[in-house]
């Protein structure tokens, strides 16, 4: 073999790889990339979100992520949007007990609010299955009693779209359609979960000092029992479990919601396989209330008036029941008012009037 | 040819020595060390959810975690080596006795070769923490979490400990609870435990830190009753949290 021919084996080998591939063309690289950074909201009392390194919000990807968060075509048969089950109005959540996927098989548990969810930073979902937002929109697409579909489909369905390839470009400077995967997909998405944004409630004004909102008696009675504040009235202590800016936890907790003997949902040991998480879940945020009906992992309880009667009366005795709930409480009627008189204090509709939060494609 | 390959030697090896000569750096004497906290509860090893004997009840503990600060080695010849600022140490894993005996584990790289006599932090956050809420961190820090901080009292939660109680073996642990939920502004302690730590270059070592939740829950030479001191939730406490933070220090240091 004369050097020369030589040149000629990376040809040959570059060919031969291509013919099982889908070909690269390069069809994006005439359409601008200029990132620019999305200024991701810090309302009074949080902290500063963290966003991972490799998926900083950026105008382009926070837009990219609003239009594919709206878009049905993430479903198997295009009829189910990750809205149909976050339903803005509802405080992203659905109203329903349990989400009802595409085949219209109810799936075991209530969908969660996303409002502020960026802020929360120990697993997600009830049961804490994964730790960051990436991986959570990686789920229902391929989830039986969700979306039902698979990954490739709904790629190809993207890829050939007439205008996704040109927004994928814009927001993570790709230079081919066919450098679209399921992984880009979650990241835009996850960068619009990070975006929603939201604390203008009576509660955040009159804590931050922002107008010249005041609670009523009943409602700061209210705040002093749910914040175990000296006061002449019962301690609620629903801090322990529901604080800090977002009024949830990173922790997991048995509530005592479920009979010990009847459980019919194991939360969290249903992941880490250990006997002292059976049936804990996690903490939601107690935002929105008012919103986010029916209330638990399983809506099984439909009004917020029904919650206070259950932690005030009727929790189930469980072995790793939280030691904070371990005594009822047994509330007045004119304490449980109290307490319902504040919680009502934490909806804020104001995010609503916001195209942001809402779908882009009515 | 032999002349080609001559000249291309000696360019080569002009090349490599002018290129050492103006490196000046040493390479650094270091090493990498795990430091392992463990939790014991008498001779055992601390598991959740476990049952042991605790005055004339038995107890299971839920939770057991606390903030520790300023984490610092200090050398043979007085030299102290940084290793963290603020580390949450969370025996949230230790369910069974193989995850209690891993301890909770930190990884320290690039440490120093020598000896070592002791290593010291403080249990908590001192006075450059006092005024700071979790707005003033970045959503993943750890002081950050809304559980580690109480907006009542305006300070940080630095130790967690929770227990239950059965008082007359009927498997019913709730018959006392406690919730020490230590903070404050004066809820921290300085600790400085002796080691014999010597690094070596390249090396890998582990240090083991035991407490005993006994030695903490000790005052006045009892174990604390549950039925008197249930919870640490108000100005009354502060105390009951002295003792109990002093415990800590003793602890470590006399583990």
Redesign the interface.
């Known amino acids: 073999m004369k050097i020369k021919h030589l040149f000629l084996l990376p040809l040959v080998f570059v060919f031969a790889c291509g013919t099982d591939d889908e070909v690269f063309s390069g069809d994006l690289v005439d359409i601008s990339y200029n990132p620019q950074a999305y200024t991701i909201p810090q309302p ?7 966003q991972p390194s490799d998926n900083k919000a950026t105008v382009d990807g926070v837009h990219l992520g609003h239009l594919l968060f709206f878009d049905e075509i993430l479903s198997v048969d295009s009829s189910l949007a990750c809205a149909g089950c976050h339903i803005p109005e509802l405080g992203f959540t659905d109203g329903l007990a349990v989400s009802t996927g595409v085949p219209g098989i109810e799936g075991p548990r209530s969908s969660m609010s996303l409002l502020n969810i ?2 929360v ?2 697993g997600l979902f009830w049961d804490g299955r994964v730790n960051n937002l990436e991986a959570q929109a990686l789920m229902p697409v391929e989830d039986p009693i969700e979306m039902a579909a698979s990954w490739p489909d709904i790629i190809e369905r993207i890829q050939n779209h007439d205008e996704y390839p040109a927004l994928f470009r814009k927001a993570f400077g790709i230079e081919d359609r066919t450098e679209i995967d399921k992984f880009l997909v979650a990241k835009a998405i996850a960068q619009y979960e990070r975006s929603l944004v939201t604390a203008n409630s009576k509660y955040d004004q009159v804590l931050s000092g922002s107008s010249s909102e005041e609670f009523t008696d009943e409602e700061f009675e209210g705040y002093l029992m749910f ?3 000296p006061s002449a009235v019962a301690d609620a ?1 629903c ?1 322990h479990c529901h ?4 009024l ?4 997991f907790f048995n509530n005592g919601l479920q009979d010990p003997e009847y459980i019919t949902d194991e939360g969290v040991f249903l992941v880490t396989g ?4 059976m049936g804990k879940f996690r903490a939601a945020t107690l935002r929105n209330l008012e919103l986010t009906a029916p209330y638990m992992h399983d809506g099984r309880i439909t009004s917020l008036e029904g919650v206070v009667d259950f932690y005030s009366d009727s929790i189930h ?1 469980a ?6 709930l ?2 009822p409480i047994n509330l007045s009627d004119t304490e449980k008012g109290f307490l319902l008189d504040f919680l009502r204090t934490l909806t804020d509709t104001t995010y609503l009037s916001n195209p942001h939060f809402l779908d882009p494609f009515e | 040819m032999f002349k080609n390959i001559a000249f291309i030697t000696l360019v080569s090896a002009v090349f490599l020595i002018g290129c050492g000569s103006d490196d000046t750096s040493v390479t650094p004497l270091e090493s990498d060390l795990t430091i392992k906290f463990k939790s014991h509860y008498g001779p055992s090893l601390l598991v ?2 476990d049952t042991y004997n605790y005055l004339d009840y038995e107890v299971q503990f ?1 939770k057991f975690k606390f903030i520790l600060t300023d984490l610092e080695l200090v050398s043979d010849n007085n030299e102290v080596v940084s290793l963290s600022d603020v580390t949450l140490i969370d025996f949230k894993d230790a ?2 006795e193989t995850e209690a005996a891993k301890g909770v584990s930190f990884d320290f790289s690039a440490i120093p070769t020598g000896n070592y006599k002791s290593i010291r932090f403080t249990i908590g956050l001192d006075s450059s923490y006092l005024g700071l ?9 750890i002081l ?4 580690l ?4 009292w305006g300070n940080y939660i630095i130790t967690k400990l ?3 109680f059965d008082a007359n073996e009927d498997g ?3 018959d006392e ?3 020490y939920h230590l903070g404050g502004d004066e809820a921290f302690r300085s600790v400085e435990k002796s080691i014999d730590l010597s690094l070596i270059l390249d090396g890998s070592s582990s240090l083991d830190l035991d407490l005993d939740i006994k030695d903490i829950l000790t005052i006045d030479g009892a174990l604390v009753d549950p039925a008197e001191w249930s919870a640490t ?1 108000s100005t009354s406490s502060v105390g009951f949290i002295a003792d109990l933070l002093n415990n800590f220090v003793d602890a470590f240091e006399n583990n």
């Open positions: 009074f009392g949080y902290p500063q979100m963290a960026g802020f930073s120990n914040f175990d504040e202590e801090f604080g800090g800016a977002n949830a936890s990173n922790e250990n006997s002292t998480d005795i072995g790793n029941l939280d030691v904070n371990s005594e | 959740l959810g839920d369910v069974n809420t979790p707005a003033d961190f970045s959503s993943n820090d950050a979490q809304s559980e901080y109480w907006a009542s929770e227990a239950r019913n642990f709730l609870t406690f919730q939730h």
